[in-house]
């Protein structure tokens, strides 16, 4: 590869990199191919990259971006997962593979421009996805207009109940 094709590739990584809303890195040393095929197909599913890049590439790609942090994570063989929807989504990922696969092993991630180690990427897991998120706020926002109409129709039907019960004991009263 020569000297233009790379700054290319650092330029198309350093723009990627400054829209991901989260970064994963993972070692993958040793990974099967069809485990690798499988994993790589899951990230595609979820709408992340996935990709293997070299350090020094990484390294200077994110220099200038909040990724900026990961230096110190740059060692060995590295792979990377990014998502520019859902920030939790490579971590989900990553983090059912690291389980299923003592190969593929998380050696951190950048969220915020904040490092994290593979505690904090289990972390990140664990936090609801955009969908889930959405779906709790939609619950929020229908929360007070069904609580509004179950008040409004209390009062109307509480009389009603009311109304049946004297129904009631006026009959009691007639049969007697």
């Known amino acids: 590869?020569?000297?233009?094709?790379?700054?290319?590739?650092?330029?198309?990584?350093?723009?990627?990199?400054?829209?991901?809303?989260?970064l994963i890195l993972a070692d993958f040393r040793g990974l099967?191919?069809?485990?690798?095929?499988?994993?790589?197909?899951?990230?595609?599913a979820a709408g992340c990259e996935y990709r293997v890049v070299k350090n020094t590439l990484l390294g200077q790609a994110a220099k200038g971006t909040p990724m900026e942090v990961l230096e110190?994570?740059?060692?060995?063989?590295?792979?990377i997962a990014y998502s520019f929807e859902d920030p939790s989504a490579p971590a989900k990922i990553?983090?059912?593979?690291?389980?299923?696969?003592?190969?593929?092993?998380?050696?951190?991630?950048?969220i915020d421009g904040r490092l994290l180690d593979a505690k904090g990427v289990e972390s990140l897991s664990a936090l609801p996805g955009k969908p889930e998120m959405r779906a709790m706020f939609l619950a929020t926002l229908l929360a007070v207009p069904?609580?509004?109409?179950?008040?409004l129709q209390a009062a109307p039907q509480n009389f009603a109940?009311?109304?049946?019960?004297?129904?009631?004991?006026l009959k009691e009263t007639q049969k007697e």
Do not use: H, W
Request: net charge positive; proline share 3%.
């Open 1 to 22: 590869m020569n000297t233009t094709e790379k700054k290319e590739n650092i330029n198309a990584l350093k723009e990627k990199l400054a829209r991901a809303q989260s």
């Open 161 to 169: 109940y009311l109304l049946s019960a004297r129904e009631e004991a």
């Open 32 to 44: 099967s191919v069809e485990s690798d095929t499988k994993l790589r197909r899951e990230f595609r």
């Open 72 to 79: 110190p994570l740059l060692a060995g063989p590295t792979a």
């Open 94 to 110: 990553a983090t059912k593979v690291a389980r299923g696969e003592s190969k593929f092993v998380i050696k951190g991630g950048c």
């Open 146 to 151: 069904q609580s509004f109409l179950r008040l």
